[in-house]
């Protein structure tokens, strides 16, 4: 390559990871002022908004239970028809329920109830705040002395992180309960004998640190999405980028996160 | 308007740029209470960003915006919270709350800001609702109503906490001649009753000579004529001549493309060649 091509892919690189960085703490500032608000709610006047959380809550989170419970259980029974077979080579079939669990407690449940939720509630809500934005609603919000973070986007927030880990509990259970589906129906074990062998395989790290992440995980989903949405420009093809978008670097955030805790967890814990 | 009166807005020396681009050019304008003062101007011509710069919507590249007296623009989040508390604002879209009825989108500012009882903010919705001619109308979702009503319920909510300043962006854009004479009328009275200040951007001209006080036209980002509805009426200025009298033809253009129809025209022709 002459001079002139590794200057100009330096440059991109340069832009590339300038973008980055300045959409890193678009994104941090975005949570601090967050939290700012979140915890004056908790404190002072003005509230949190009760009503319109638990509105979210359910608007996000309750009508995404039959669809991640769905998608869980076919995780489940995947995994239990994965393993089957190599647990049978070395004679060990029975261990099935640990296996399943030991998967799904830390890592598969929170994870995949995280990229389904990102579909379903991170796109709603950069959508959502998105045409809000091009209607010049949150103009008349912040214009009549209404702040839209406190307004819009602390509601969205509290519901995504509770109702992330209340999905990933229930990712959680369903998720082994359809290995242990697999396990009854084909593979001929005990339901009791799956049951018993998965509560006690699982340690009180793998649901903690699998819950844990789960609450990164909506925080990252809420504050990517309500970041895109609030920053949409350009009319309908904006707020169409935008959901794009927020789904995209949502689910690499989540993913990347993953890594990162489940590296750290295995260190400190 | 008598100079012993504190005014109510002021604008000095305001200048604003985007990419480089000059919008605004030192802009200089004094309101005093109980105004009614309209912004008139060809599309383009830096009406809306003079508004946004006035509501703290945008800051001024130079130059201060102040309100009762104090600047605006640098005022710290919370003092510009204080401000914007005591001003209304009908936006063009009308900017209603679209998960929300007509009467909550009325309610908001209501109680967001005030403490009062659920059955006095139902009164006062109905009373605002009245106003504007939709009483009936509480229940409805935005998109279930018209644009032009979408633009009365914005004004509605607007005056919901009964401002002392009312900025209006395009009121009777998109109106039929009732709803705009309804609207002119109640922005005059408005003025007239209750001694609210109006600051009204829009390019209907018959408005603007029925409400104004004082009429301001801005053109190429700065005030040509500031003056008294008559003296619009048989202007000096050829611009404003033009644009009082619709002329096709004059110091305006309609086109307001930079480089040469020509030399764009061949340029495209021969530039895949080249």
Known sequence: MSHASWVRLLERVGAQGEGLVAYLGGLGYLALDTVRHTLTGVFARPRIKTDETFFQMVRLGVRAVPIIALVQLFVGMTLAFTLAPVLEMYGQLDQLATVVAKAIFPQLGPLIAAVVLTGFAGAAIAAELGTMVVGEEVAALRTSAIHPIRFLVVPRVIACVIMTVALAVLANIVGTAGGGLVAYLILDIDPYHYYHTAVESLLVKDVVTGLAKSGIFGLIIVMVSCYEGLNVSGGAGGVGRATTASVVRAIFLIITANCAFTALFYFIW | ?274
């Open chain 2, 1 to 274: 308007m008598s100079d012993s009166v504190e005014p109510i807005l002021e604008l000095r020396g305001i200048q604003k740029f985007f990419d480089g681009r000059q919008v605004l050019k030192d802009i200089n304008l004094v309101v005093a209470p109980g105004e009614t003062v309209v912004i008139l101007g060809p599309s383009g011509c830096g009406k809306s960003t003079l508004l946004r710069t006035i509501i703290g919507e945008e800051t001024p590249d130079s130059g201060h915006v102040y309100l009762w007296g104090e600047d605006a623009c640098c005022a710290s989040p919370a003092r510009l919270d204080r401000l914007r508390q005591r001003f209304g604002i009908l936006f063009q879209s009308g900017a209603l709350y679209s998960s929300m009825t007509v009467g909550e989108n009325v309610a908001l500012p209501l109680r967001e800001h005030t403490d009062l009882d659920d059955d006095i903010i139902r009164m006062v919705i109905k009373m605002k609702l009245e106003l504007v001619g939709l009483r009936d109308f509480e229940n409805l979702m935005p998109n279930q109503i018209s644009g032009g009503m979408r633009k009365r319920v914005g004004l509605a909510r607007a005056i919901a906490r009964d401002p002392e300043i009312l900025f209006y962006d395009e009121p009777t854009s998109g109106l039929d001649p009732i709803a705009t004479s309804v609207i002119d009328q109640l922005i005059i009275d408005l003025g007239a009753k209750l001694g609210v200040t109006s600051i009204v951007v829009t390019h209907d001209m018959k408005s603007a000579l029925h409400i104004g006080d004082r009429i301001a036209m801005l053109y190429g980002g700065e005030f040509i004529a500031v003056g008294r509805p008559d003296e619009f009426r048989h202007p000096r200025d050829e611009r404003v001549r033009q644009f009082v009298e619709g002329l096709a033809d004059g110091p305006i253009p309609l086109r307001v493309s930079k480089t040469d129809y020509l030399d764009d025209l061949l340029g495209a022709e021969v530039e895949p060649g080249g």
